[in-house]
Each structure stands twice: as structure tokens, then as C-alpha cells.
């Protein structure tokens, strides 16, 4: 097992572990949390990023067409990822639009089975997603727009847990323990650097874009099963990045 001993190369580590299927050495993290490491989590989403953008430029580079060239980063950025927050986008909608009380949503949205709500959930973020990375053109370009939605939509994650408490006392949510306040300004400040690809125009668009998911999605939340728990956060995240590839398909295009 790897030691790791600087704190940050840590948090580093613990975030491309957790938040990728990366093929990673077994490191030791000496009981660092996800909540101590969740500011993060932006890094690692400029790993999916990075994968994603070499995916579109060997494929443009081959001579496909923007359309299938963007479908196979997109693809790339689900693979690098293990779906994690698209299975956690299907199983919210499925609670959510399924569940008479909060009970019965947390019992659906801890169900394996994806149902009506979850199929089209998860449709319509590949579609607008795919749509939004077509209308770009250009390597450095998709590069821009995949680290500012990955990166951006991730330092969401660390907010989101300090402002919502866990709605189970099991689970992924609450195994991650506490965010703090400082930890959750990091990931935010860290997940705003990333929007400056977009350019001023862009960064300031997808700014209030984000932060209007945030507060609306984070008190749905509250409303439907007063807290967060891990599937929420894979919700909040994938619709942030659809937020800022949306705002990217317009600044980049």
C-alpha cells in the first residue's frame, strides 16, 4: 500500500479514487474522509475532462464528424467516471417522481432497478449533453468546455454536503462525514477557477446558471427528503455540467 504524505497529494488521491475508475495504485489515506477531500473534487473532474477531450481529438483527427466525435468523448467522460452520477441522476428522479413520502423515495432511490423517471432522466442529460459538446468545435475548445463543466459542476459537491444534512444515518452520505465551511469554500473557489476557459462572458453566464441549480435543486432536496445523500449529490452534479456545457455551447461554439 502507497503512503501519501502530503495532505493535499492525499485529498488529490482520495478525490481521483472516489470520483473516477481510474486504474490507480491502492494508496493509504491514513482515515482521511471524503468530506475532509471533497474540495477535490474539481481535480478530478479535470481528469474525466483531459479523457474526454483526447477521445474528441483522436476521433476528429480520424476524420469524424462533430456529432459522433462528441458522442465518443461523452462516452469517454461516463466510462472514466463508472457512471457514478448518472446512476445517482436516475435513482433521485426515480425517488423523487415515484415516492408518495420521504420514506418511500429514499426506498426507491436506494433500488438498483431504474424505473420510467430514471430512464428518462438519464436520456434527456445524455441528449442535452451530447447536443451541447456537438455545437463545439475544435480541440482546445472541447477541452475548455469539458474542464469548466467537470471541474465547475464537482466544486458544487462539497457546498452542497455542508448545507444539507445526511437524510439517512447509513449510507455513502453519512460515511463521508462532515464538510466544513473552509472545505466547501475551496471546492466552490476551485470549481469557479475552472470557468475561466469560458471567458468573462461565459464565466459570469455559467456563475448564475450554477448557482441558480444549487439553490433550487439543494432546497428540492429538503422539501422531498430533508438532507442530502450520495445519490442527490451525483443529481446536483450532473445537472451543473449540463448547466455549463449549455453556456459553453454558446461562448465556444
Known sequence: ????????????????VFFTRLPLPVFDFRGRKLADAIWAAPLA????????????????????????????????????????HEDGLSD??????????????????????????????????LLLRW?????????????????AAHGASRGLLGAF????????SDGLSAGAGSVSRQTAIAGAGLGALVLLPLGLGGLVAAAILLGF????????????????????????????????LLVASVTLS
Not at 426506498?107 to 442529460?125: C, K, P, T
Open 92 to 125: 433521485v428522479a426515480d425517488g423523487f417522481g415515484g415516492g408518495r413520502d420521504r420514506e418511500r423515495k429514499l426506498e426507491i432511490m436506494r433500488d438498483s432497478r431504474i424505473g420510467a423517471y430514471g430512464a428518462a432522466a438519464l436520456a434527456l442529460s
Open 213 to 244: 441549480v444549487f439553490a433550487t435543486f439543494t432546497a428540492l432536496c429538503r422539501r422531498q427528503i430533508g438532507g442530502q445523500t450520495g445519490d442527490t449529490a451525483g443529481a446536483l452534479q450532473q445537472l451543473a455540467e449540463i448547466a455549463v
Open 45 to 84: 473532474g479535470l481528469a474525466v475532462a483531459v479523457i474526454g477531450a483526447l477521445t474528441y481529438a483522436v476521433a476528429a483527427r480520424l476524420g469524424l464528424a462533430s456529432g459522433p466525435a462528441a458522442a465518443l468523448a461523452l462516452a469517454a467522460t461516463v466510462l472514466a467516471t463508472g457512471a457514478l
Open 131 to 147: 447536443n451541447a459538446l456537438a455545437e463545439i468545435h475544435g480541440g482546445w475548445s472541447m477541452l475548455a468546455a469539458l474542464v
Open 161 to 168: 454536503m455542508h448545507r444539507l444534512p445526511p437524510a439517512r
Open 1 to 16: 500500500m502507497n503512503r501519501i504524505p502530503a495532505p493535499f497529494l492525499r485529498d488529490v488521491a482520495l478525490g481521483l
